[in-house]
């Protein structure tokens, strides 16, 4: 079928975006700390009922251990350790200045990819994602009419530390997408991509754990628990997002190079604006819509042959 990678990376960002909404929900009644371990434990649980209808048992132990050392280390560099540096990242500089750093991921995720990987780029390809990245910028940066919104951000530093930790994001974010790639791969073709998801989220999970108990936070997650609301749509969000969203984008690297599939993914803030505009009621300037049109435009260049 063609464009089915494609199909597939909208397909996630589409996921992703939605999560994000649940996601948001839940953090504003119980906070984003203890979201993070009860969306990563509901994913298991989701990932280990799924597998076991599925292949027939609940982790995938028939995985090569090549498969298991390289998605481990995706799931601590990525799930864990580059989602903690985005977190913290959001803090110190604010969601703009924080997602158009981590937005580099998919230009550091083809490099990286080129050199260890031996994938290829041709040069329309270089385009796209310079074009797609432009309009995301564009997006991330418009301007919001909401005064306390624009106070907000003004008074907002750009710190050392805050970008540190931007860096660590975006990182994190391309190293471990192309650890999930390496570790997918076999001589026959790929492994199944919501087994790999799991070995990610299970090696993400007990990092989680030690990092909780060392902070000692767990009265938190305790007290989130007890929040019903909070429990569905994190539930919800997990559901959407790491179980079948990250599924996904692991199955799109079965059709397209980590580079172009990280512009793809990448795509997310775009996405968000029709949520924006509906569910929260916010205000989009017209060069928010610039911006995603700016970006559709260099997708359509990564799509063409």
Request: aromatic letters at 12%.
């Amino acid at each position: 079928m063609p464009y089915t990678g494609e199909l597939i990376a909208i397909s996630t960002v589409l996921c992703w975006t939605i999560s994000v909404q649940f996601f948001e929900a839940a953090s504003r009644r119980v906070g984003a700390t203890p979201v993070n371990i009860i969306r990563i434990t509901t994913a298991l649980i989701l990932f280990g009922i799924f597998l076991a209808f599925k292949n027939g048992e609940l982790i995938p132990l028939g995985f090569p251990l090549k498969a298991w050392i390289f998605l481990c280390l995706s799931g601590i560099i990525g799930f864990f350790l580059g989602d903690i540096c985005l977190f913290k990242a959001l803090v110190e500089l604010g969601p703009r200045i924080a997602l158009l750093i981590f937005s580099l991921s998919a230009p550091v995720a083809a490099l990286i990819g080129w050199a260890f990987l031996d994938e290829t780029y041709v040069l329309h390809q270089w385009a796209g994602m310079l074009v797609t990245l432009s309009g995301v910028g564009l997006v991330i940066f418009e301007k919001k009419a909401s005064p306390p919104l624009s106070q907000q951000f003004s008074q907002r530093a750009v710190t050392l530390k805050g970008i540190l930790f931007g860096i660590g994001a975006m990182l994190g974010q391309a190293v471990g997408y192309v650890l999930s790639k390496a570790g997918m791969q076999t001589d026959t073709g790929y492994l199944d991509a919501f087994a790999a998801t799991q070995i990610r989220a299970l090696s993400a999970f007990v990092c989680f754990v030690l990092f909780f108990t060392l902070t000692r936070e767990w009265h938190r997650v305790a007290t989130a628990l007890k929040d019903t609301r909070a429990l569905i749509f994190t539930a919800s969000g997990a559901l959407i997002g790491p179980f079948l969203g990250v599924s996904l984008s692991l199955m799109v690297l079965h059709y397209l190079s980590t580079g172009v599939a990280s512009t793809f993914l990448s795509m997310t803030p775009v996405c968000i604006i029709p949520f924006s505009i509906y569910l929260h009621k916010e205000h989009v300037s017209l060069r928010a819509f610039l911006g995603a049109i700016i970006a559709v435009g260099g997708i359509w260049l990564l799509m063409t042959t």
